[in-house]
């Protein structure tokens, strides 16, 4: 099992920038790509951004594209989420997750919440208008 303990949450402005970490350790074995998803109050979970570990080829929802960018640490096992021109839409809880799948980003269908095995708790990102 893979444990992940997302950081860097708060509040900002709009048209800020915010950082968000996600620590993995445990049993990485399968940890082939990692996502950020998000959840506001009422909403369903929705994909934000994913990245393939091996080669960091990665993808990113059109609502955040050009502003977030994803990448990973591999000597850190740290993924992360660089978030820039926040608006109050992106206010959220977001969360990391790890999927066995290394295909995820080559799928034409948007990665799913099912598509992925382990969670973090989450970190509150709120943007003030």
């Known amino acids: 099992q893979v444990q992940l303990v997302e950081s860097g949450g708060g509040l900002v402005q709009a048209g800020g920038s915010l950082r968000l970490s996600c620590a993995a350790s445990?049993?990485?074995?399968?940890?082939?790509?990692m996502g950020w998803f998000r959840q506001a109050p009422g909403k369903e979970r929705e994909f934000v951004a994913a990245?393939?570990?091996?080669?960091?080829?990665?993808r990113s929802a059109d609502s955040v594209k050009g502003r977030f960018t994803i990448s990973r640490d591999n000597a850190k096992n740290t993924l992360y989420l660089q978030m820039n021109s926040l608006k109050f839409e992106d206010t959220a809880v977001y969360y990391c997750?790890?999927?066995?799948?290394?295909?995820?980003?080559?799928?034409?269908?948007?990665?799913?919440?099912?598509?992925?095995?382990?969670w973090g708790q989450g970190t509150q990102v709120t943007v003030s208008s």
């Open positions: 997750a790890t999927s066995r799948s290394a295909l995820l980003i080559l799928f034409a269908s948007t990665p799913a919440p099912a598509d992925f095995d382990s």
């Open positions: 445990g049993r990485m074995g399968n940890m082939n790509t």
């Open positions: 990245i393939r570990w091996r080669d960091s080829r990665a």
